[in-house]
């Protein structure tokens, strides 16, 4: 049987190429998420500040309530601090020597009184050095009152050892003497001041805590021994970047994520595709198959033939799409860094592991699709084979129908969420439901398809020769049609539905944070604004963070990140749309809570909420106040002090002011700025997640694209015997090609539809939902931009197909095989 599959192969080139490219093309799209899935396991950038370090102890990021299995966790959006008590555990460990780390927000004032560093800088006690190592320079170490600076600072800052320099840490700037210059090769993403470590204790919080302890001369696996039962993280290798740098820990946890979720959809799609373009093969070969059944072939010869020819395309095709999967998983990695989402510095972890999983995905969807489509021509009766593979069947499987239906009520009732549940789980919600949508119009798509048809043929069949022979086309082979549109339908569907849901979305935080934010005037920092700002000016803190909560739906746990804002007690210049009790009583230990999610939760004012803090402390507070402007703030306001005492830098996001004159406070604080009312909207996140949703989704819509133009390609070619009796019949070269021509319009307008409808739904309740008007926010040039590109794919892919099959003279062609 294999050496029979592999001489049909060879014999049928061309018949196979569009099965190829679809697997090619899919296992590579699924090689890259999973590179970008163990990349956000164990990939990283160089290690700087602990690159002499041989382990690096931190706290424990990692939220897993009690009873959650695996892979139900959450990641803490900030770094905790661990217990100083801990340096002496690891210090008893045989040969280690333990450092501990104390890191803090540091401002060091220029010449003009702006902050001088181009680059985030961060302040250390001198203990710490050694774990670079940063070696002295120039100088001394310092003392009481006195600082060193890496040299590229003190270049930027204009300052010598000996001159005074401004620092500014969680106050006012403090003005230090410069005992030292000190240098370390390979620390180039952040500039470094050193403090003396009785200094160091004061201006990080306190003896109780520190940031991290590097470990000197042991081994991994005796400093997790020794600490068995701590929440700690024990590190070594390249995951020291993670504890060293912030924004690689938010990658690795953003890349898994995105991966796991992308990488479902591409499975889906990729699937999808595969199966669409086997049982385009395997019904333009039917003459063929019948032929094997009228001579005696079993259903089973024919299935088996159907899986080897399958097995052996896709195999090749895997092999060359999974090393394609390296390249692509490059290239999503430049673009995420592009859009600031991914370090530019961050390398890729690549083993053989994704790459045999993408190979494995791929085989297997072609042999579950060519099961699929090997039924009907294994089936039918030899005496029937002849007279079946003659035309068209146009029935479709009753099972098939009542999946596509449920699937299509599904989608519909999904759609109908948004109008219950807001935020990022409505958007989330409407495109699901989108794609659901879809997934039940392309197995109801022979049926639907063939309802349009009949009211679509009696008007084409007005437009001349062409018109009637498009007209005759699409009405007897309406299945054909509906192969060439679902892709397409895909296309537009998906693209306009993900871009849609995440504009809305950020119009409705908009409009949202223009009615909660009262406020005239908003005090915003370069790296936040100190804690002792707000009184001053008479102002209202805001801390922008997050909480993690967990939920119980009978033996599964579900472990979901929320936002979350800190506000002062009795905030004045902002609205939350209060419910119920008051925000008066807002102090550290009480909670208010969105009206939508204290109703999921069956919480009311006075009980208490378990949930954990932004650095996965976890928390207890009484609920003292529901409201509704869940957009603008989260789910969850803390007071401002608890929020803020669970955040790295310890300082506040902002500050809402009203129209005093605020200059002079502010003029104290190099790096603080006061901006307008409208500036106060903080919608970085939602721009980065659309931004990486469009991205991703750009990935999967390529891919979607080559499918489309394969299919189509595909299709066409497939009736070079069909345009050559036309010609011999007397049918002109021209009207063969207007004929191929109206017959891509149709199938792009339908899908433009189709695609558009099933998108239309869910957008418009997502819409009223959020901002209350049925029309989804954003420019409309995106939608008109979808629709020309389908119409200039299906145009294009058929015309360039129709012309290469005009080639040759009627009379040769008509006497090929199919």
């Not at 049928?12 to 490219?21: L, N, Q, Y």
């Not at 954990?612 to 207890?620: H, M, P």
């Amino acid at each position: 049987m294999l050496t029979l599959a592999w001489q049909t192969v060879k014999a049928r080139t061309s018949g196979f190429i569009g099965a190829f490219v679809a697997v090619l093309c899919g296992t590579a799209l699924v090689a890259a998420c999973g590179i970008l899935l163990e990349s956000g396991l164990r990939g990283g950038v160089p290690t700087q500040r602990y690159a002499a370090a041989d382990v690096v102890v931190t706290g424990d990021r990692t939220v897993r309530p009690p009873g959650a299995d695996v892979l139900a966790f959450e990641h803490a959006a900030e770094q905790p601090s661990i217990a100083a008590s801990l340096v002496a555990k690891v210090a008893a460990v045989p040969g280690a020597k333990a450092v501990a780390e104390r890191t803090f927000p540091a401002v060091v004032v220029g010449p003009s009184g702006r902050p001088a560093a181009s680059k985030p800088v961060f302040g250390h006690n001198w203990g710490s050095a050694v774990l670079a190592p940063f070696a002295v320079k120039e100088g001394n170490a310092p003392g009481r009152d006195e600082v060193v600076l890496d040299t590229a600072l003190a270049a930027e800052a204009g300052v010598r050892v000996g001159d005074e320099v401004r620092v500014m840490t969680r106050s006012q700037p403090v003005a230090y003497r410069v005992a030292g210059l000190a240098e370390s090769a390979g620390v180039a993403r952040q500039a470094s001041v050193f403090f003396s470590d009785e200094e160091a204790v004061e201006l990080a919080g306190g003896p109780e805590r520190v940031s991290a302890i590097g470990v000197l001369g042991a081994d991994a696996k005796r400093v997790e021994d020794a600490l068995a039962g701590e929440h700690v993280t024990v590190s070594a290798g390249a995951d020291r970047s993670a504890a060293e740098f912030d924004d690689v820990s938010r990658t690795k946890s953003i890349l898994a994520i995105l991966a796991g979720s992308f990488g479902g959809y591409a499975i889906l799609v990729a699937i999808f595709v595969v199966a669409s373009t086997l049982a385009l093969t395997v019904e333009q070969r039917r003459r063929e198959f019948a032929l094997l059944r009228a001579v005696g072939a079993t259903p089973r010869q024919v299935r088996k033939l159907i899986g080897v020819e399958t097995t052996v395309v896709s195999a090749v095709a895997g092999v060359l799409g999974s090393l394609l999967g390296i390249g692509v998983g490059h290239g999503l990695r430049d673009a995420f860094a592009r859009i600031g989402v991914v370090p530019a510095d961050f390398e890729l972890s690549i083993s053989p592991i994704p790459l045999v999983a993408a190979l494995l995905i791929g085989v297997g969807a072609a042999r579950l699709a060519a099961w699929s489509a090997s039924r009907r021509p294994s089936s039918i009766n030899p005496v029937e084979a002849l007279g079946e593979a003659a035309v068209q069947r146009k029935d479709v499987g009753k099972v098939r129908l009542a999946i596509g239906w449920v699937l299509v009520a599904l989608g519909l009732g999904a759609s109908v969420v948004p109008l219950f549940l807001g935020g990022q789980i409505g958007a989330a919600m409407s495109v699901m439901a989108a794609l659901v949508l879809i997934i039940g119009l392309t197995l109801t798509g022979p049926r639907v398809i063939g309802v349009a048809v009949r009211w679509i043929v009696p008007v084409l069949a007005r437009f001349g020769v062409s018109g009637f022979l498009a007209s005759a086309n699409v009405a007897r082979n309406s299945r054909r049609l509906a192969a060439a549109v679902t892709p397409l339908m895909l296309a537009v569907g998906f693209l306009v539905a993900n871009f849609y849901s995440q504009t809305t979305l950020t119009a409705a935080v908009g409009q949202q944070t223009d009615r909660s934010i009262t406020a005239q005037r908003v005090i915003t920092g370069v790296t936040g604004v100190p804690a002792e700002v707000a009184p001053e000016v008479g102002g209202t803190s805001l801390v922008r963070t997050q909480v993690i909560t967990s939920s119980r739906t009978g033996d599964s746990v579900e472990v979901q990140s929320r936002a979350a804002t800190g506000l002062s007690p009795a905030p004045a210049g902002v609205d939350l749309g209060i419910v119920s009790g008051t925000l008066d009583d807002l102090r550290a230990g009480t909670v208010a809570l969105s009206a939508g999610h204290a109703s999921w939760e069956d919480k009311a004012v006075g009980d208490d909420v378990e949930f954990w803090f932004a650095d996965g402390q976890q928390a207890r507070l009484k609920v003292i106040a529901t409201y509704d402007h869940d957009l603008a703030f989260g789910d969850y306001v803390l007071s401002a002090a608890d929020a803020r005492a669970h955040t790295t830098s310890g300082l506040d996001s902002a500050v809402l002011v009203g129209s005093s004159d605020v200059s002079e406070v502010v003029s104290r604080y190099p790096g603080l700025q006061v901006a307008d009312r409208v500036a106060a909207r903080e919608r970085g996140e939602e721009r980065t997640q659309f931004l990486l949703n469009l991205v991703a989704v750009g990935v999967i819509l390529g891919y979607v694209a080559i499918s489309v133009s394969n299919t189509l390609v595909m299709s066409t070619a497939a009736r070079r015997r069909e345009f050559a009796l036309l010609r011999l019949v007397g049918t002109g070269r021209r009207q063969i090609v207007r004929m191929m021509r109206t017959e891509a319009l149709l199938t792009a307008g339908l899908a433009l539809v189709l695609g558009s409808l099933v998108a239309a739904v869910p957008l418009v309740l997502l819409s009223l939902g959020l901002t209350g008007s049925p029309v989804p926010s954003g420019p409309a040039g995106v939608w008109l931009g979808a629709l020309c590109g389908a119409v200039l794919l299906g145009v294009v892919s058929v015309a360039v197909s129709t012309r290469l099959s005009l080639r040759g003279k009627p009379i040769d062609t008509i006497g090929t095989r199919e």
